[in-house]
């Protein structure tokens, strides 16, 4: 008996983090605009797909995810490699702290920020200040990632190119960093998923010209039941699970 | 240390002192100020603002959400111990369970809320069931209240508590239950004496981990709670916003990050990092 239990509640766990997901994916195929289901129907895909507002949405949501991406790994792979071996203690510890700080207080710190810097030059809240708050808070996954993956490198193969009369660079760029290659990738997808899925910072950070897809939803969640709401949601979830596995697969390689 | 290693910390420097702890410190100034007439923030330099904390009107909803992220904490820490024991358990299938746990939740926060929207609004799936089924004949007000709040924070936050109780269960040697039952011990004697005092350090981990998210939610009580079950997150981002206080907002914040901080200091004192 006790050894049914388990296996029960356990199968129950698994159904509360899927089922509610799932049942949202499929009533995004249901012909009737109330949720009950009355038969399938693409009907819901077709206005997604011909909303221009929804288009620009995701279009801003690309462009300032790939944006960040770039840099971000940029940034934050150089920075695994300055602090692998050596300890930095202040940045790391601030770059983890940034990823338990409640994201409103990122937020609104940021928002603060940007208008006090405005004040002294003539710019605006827009895609430039959307990109930089994704770049700062993607730098500490992919750190993380990064970091994962240096710790399974062996420092010897770089020492050996130094004593081989390799600069510094050099045993950097031709020995290390390809090691690290699938971990960069995978933090790369992992922090394209983060900027493409957030709200909260975006929102306080976004001008009147930078709405992304995620702030698109919550308006659209906001205003009252829609099915196209559900028809963005499971191409979100499609395509960012693929996204997901794919990071997960690089970092197990 | 070598030039190249630190050159290469630069930009990472650059992006941390400009757009983390600078902000960070704008907020401390601002939380020492005083509210403009048309929003902003002037001079004098006052402590007010932290004083307001205190005052019952907010208290009440610091209040609240310490008890929301308390009861989400236990929610997701009963759900997770048994789900991370059979995992820990499952041999070759961990990583396929672990992956299913996790793959939701670094999807999309917003869609997952947004699910139980769907499910929960007085025209979602459930409502709409019932009243097709005839069992009631008005919807039940299932969203935009406490629980759903809280359901939608377990929700959220539920690997936070599975990833470290795993690791925990894991490194569990089996000898010791086994042990336990050859003397004797009934299942749940086991539970109390042996597994629990060795899963402590991931108890602690897994509360702290999905206290301090539930502690400072913005999304979740905002889309599921509505108007009515407002947290901190919340009444921070209406002081910026609508209520135009920035000082107060700041003195808020600060207090919110305060509690973060030490949550993780005193976890991290005690357990030595080793579970993050």
């Not at chain 1, 909303?51 to 790994?73: C, F, H, P, Y």
């Not at chain 1, 910072?201 to 992304?212: C, F, N, P, R, Y």
């Not at chain 2, 042990?179 to 749940?188: E, F, I, Q, S, T």
């Amino acid at each position: 008996m006790r050894q049914r239990l388990l296996p029960l509640y356990v199968l129950s766990v698994y159904a509360f983090l899927h089922v509610p997901l799932l049942i949202l994916c499929a009533f995004s195929f249901n012909s009737s605009r109330f949720t009950l289901w009355e038969g399938f129907s693409f009907v819901w895909y077709r206005a997604m797909w011909n909303d221009a507002a929804l288009a620009e949405a995701t279009w801003n949501s690309l462009l300032i995810a790939v944006a960040s991406t770039v840099i971000a790994t940029a940034v934050g792979t150089l920075a695994a490699y300055g602090l692998w071996k050596k300890n930095a203690r202040l940045l790391s510890g601030s770059l983890y702290l940034s990823l338990v700080t409640p994201e409103i207080i990122t937020g609104i710190a940021l928002l603060a920020t940007f208008q006090w810097a405005f004040r002294y030059f003539h710019l605006q809240l827009g895609m430039h200040t959307v990109i930089l708050a994704h770049v700062t808070f993607s730098i500490a996954y992919v750190l993380l990632v990064v970091m994962a993956r240096l710790r399974t490198a062996d420092p010897a193969l770089e020492e050996a190119a130094l004593d081989l009369g390799a600069t510094e660079w050099q045993a950097f760029r031709l020995v290390t960093l390809p090691m690290l290659r699938p971990g960069i990738a995978a933090a790369a997808l992992l922090a394209f998923t983060v900027s493409f899925d957030d709200y909260v910072i975006t929102s306080l950070v976004a001008g009147v010209d930078s709405e992304t897809l995620p702030m698109m939803l919550y308006a659209m969640a906001r205003r009252g039941a829609n099915p196209v709401v559900s028809a963005i949601s499971t191409v979100i979830l499609v395509a960012l699970g693929a996204l997901i596995l794919a990071s997960e697969r690089l970092q197990k390689s | 240390m070598s030039r190249l290693r630190a050159l290469f910390l630069l930009p990472a420097w650059a992006f941390t002192l400009l757009l983390f702890l600078g902000p960070l410190l704008i907020i401390v100034v601002y939380s020492l100020e005083t509210k403009g007439v048309y929003g902003g923030v002037v001079p004098p330099w006052t402590l007010e603002n932290y004083a307001r904390l205190l005052d019952p009107l907010y208290g009440v909803i610091l209040l609240r959400s310490f008890l929301m992220a308390a009861v989400s904490t236990l929610g997701c820490i009963v759900l997770a111990f048994p789900l991370a024991y059979y995992i820990a358990r499952s041999g070759r299938r961990k990583t396929l369970l672990l992956n299913l746990v996790m793959l939701p939740f670094w999807t999309s926060f917003l869609v997952r809320t947004y699910a139980w929207m769907f499910l929960l609004r007085d025209t979602g799936l459930i409502n709409s069931a019932l009243l097709a089924a005839g069992l009631i004949t008005e919807p039940l007000p299932l969203l935009y209240n406490d629980g759903a709040v809280i359901v939608g924070l377990i929700y959220g936050y539920l690997p936070f508590a599975v990833l470290p109780l795993y690791s925990n269960l894991e490194r569990l040697d089996k000898s010791l239950l086994e042990a336990a039952a050859d003397l004797g011990a009934r299942p749940w004697q086991t539970l109390l004496h042996i597994v629990l005092p060795l899963t402590a350090p991931g108890l602690r981990a897994a509360g702290v981990l999905v206290f301090i998210p539930c502690l400072g939610a913005y999304l979740t009580p905002d889309l599921l709670g509505g108007g009515k079950s407002m947290m901190i997150g919340n009444l921070v981002q209406n002081q910026f916003t609508s209520a135009r206080d920035w000082p107060f907002g700041s003195a808020l914040s600060l207090a919110l990050m305060a509690i973060v901080m030490l949550l993780l200091w005193a976890l991290l004192r005690r357990d030595g990092g080793e579970m993050l």
